[in-house]
């Protein structure tokens, strides 16, 4: 039972601003949480698939043996916009490790030059500003398609310069942790075991808006998923930064996994993940159903949707249930594909710069 709650509150970071209070129980347990003002929704549908994901993983040898699962967090709706999470101490997201200046980040310290992190994000955020006024300025289909695709030019080459000028460093993260040479190699395994199966379960889902902040790290180095807000591939969906990419495979999550990069534990993991998945595709696509029936459906389309009419609704349902059904049977940009081809046409996708510089400058693409 609850026994009380301590009289303050603190506030992690993110736009919604959640605050973090802890809950002490009658045996003196604390219990951290963060209260949530924004749809609970799509964080319970999503993580509620993540732990029957979890249970085909752990059922599998090959996957249990590698430990391949999604973190968790228990999610609570309290109200039609409000939900408390259940906050993970220890964890640190991707941006203090890597970026985050008044955390003495690792590219501050290990690749520090003039193209720091702020600098970055300003010439990205620059090219996008100034097309989003010219774009709203635009009278035709055609201009603003013309308009479109100088700004990609320009994001591109952009984009090409700061990678020509900032180096990862994520592997740096796993020597400076470690206490011996076998402590490193575990730690920077269950990462990459972790980046794995989350880029696949993540991809099945839809999950976006993977920028620094909604990926944290644990103890163990394992990755914990947070703010699920855009699932069902929402994110590709929106009208200014449709998302070109399946999960974030940039240059420094690749960096940690070491010499090998994704031609080692990654892609063994990522099929391993996938085979289970695509296995078990009747008992995922049941769980979607129950899923999709059970949660507020009018609130979930209607973020794709405005108009919410019960057929527009049920067309949403259907559109959501036909993407997965395609992407557990290897549907590719028409093409049905063995696991392994479509884990390495997901992984161009996820690392082609093309795709890469064109994402909202707040996901920074370039880390
Ligand atoms: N389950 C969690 N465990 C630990 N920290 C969390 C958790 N969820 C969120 N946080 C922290 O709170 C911050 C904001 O949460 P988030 O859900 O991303 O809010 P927003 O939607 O406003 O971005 C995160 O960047 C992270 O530091
Ligand atoms: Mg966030």
Redesign the pocket.
């Known amino acids: 039972y609850v026994s009380r709650f301590e009289n303050h509150y603190i506030i ?7 605050k ?1 209070i802890v809950c002490i129980s009658c045996n003196n347990v604390a219990f951290p949480q ?1 209260v ?1 003002k ?1 749809d609970p929704n799509t964080d319970l549908i999503a993580s509620q698939l993540f732990s029957v994901v979890n249970v085909l993983l752990k059922k599998d040898s090959a996957c249990r043996e590698r430990n391949l699962k999604m973190l968790m ?1 228990k999610v609570i709706p309290i109200a039609k916009d409000v939900g408390l ?5 220890g ?1 640190q ?1 991707l ?2 490790v890597l970026v985050r200046k008044d955390t003495d980040s690792l590219h501050a310290r290990f690749d520090p030059q003039d193209f720091n992190f702020v600098t970055c994000r300003q010439m990205i955020s620059g090219i996008q500003k100034s097309y989003k006024i010219k774009l709203g300025k635009a009278k035709t289909e055609g201009e603003r398609m013309q308009l479109h695709s100088d700004m990609t030019r320009e994001l591109r080459s952009k984009f090409d310069l700061i990678c020509d000028k900032v180096s990862p460093v994520f592997r740096y993260h796993f020597l400076e942790i470690s206490s011996s040479a076998s402590d490193y190699l575990g730690k920077r395994l269950n990462y990459t075991r972790s980046a794995a199966a989350s880029s696949m379960v993540g991809y099945i889902v839809g999950l976006g808006d993977r920028h620094l ?2 990926i ?1 790290i644990d103890a163990d180095r394992q990755l ?1 998923h ?2 699920l ?1 855009q699932v069902f591939d929402f994110a590709r969906a929106t009208p200014r930064y449709p998302e070109t990419v399946p999960f974030r495979l940039t240059r420094d999550m690749v960096d940690g996994m070491g010499m090998l990069g994704v031609e080692g534990s990654f892609i063994r993991c990522c099929i391993e993940s996938m085979r289970v998945m695509r296995e078990n595709k009747n008992a995922l696509l049941s769980v979607i159903d129950i899923l999709l029936y059970e949660s507020n459906l009018e609130r979930l389309s209607a973020k794709v949707n405005d108009n919410n009419g019960a057929e527009k609704m049920a067309l949403f349902a259907t559109l959501v249930r036909g993407s997965i059904k395609g992407k557990l049977e290897g549907a590719y940009g028409g093409e049905v594909l063995g696991i392994e081809t479509q884990i390495r046409r997901l992984i161009r996708e996820a690392t082609d710069p093309e795709n890469l510089c064109q994402l909202f400058h707040g996901w920074s693409a370039w880390i």
Do not use: C, M, R
């Open positions: 992690p970071g993110g736009i919604t601003e959640p973090k963060l949530k924004d967090y999470i259940e906050f993970v101490e964890a997201s941006s203090d902040s909604n944290l914990l947070i703010d807000g």
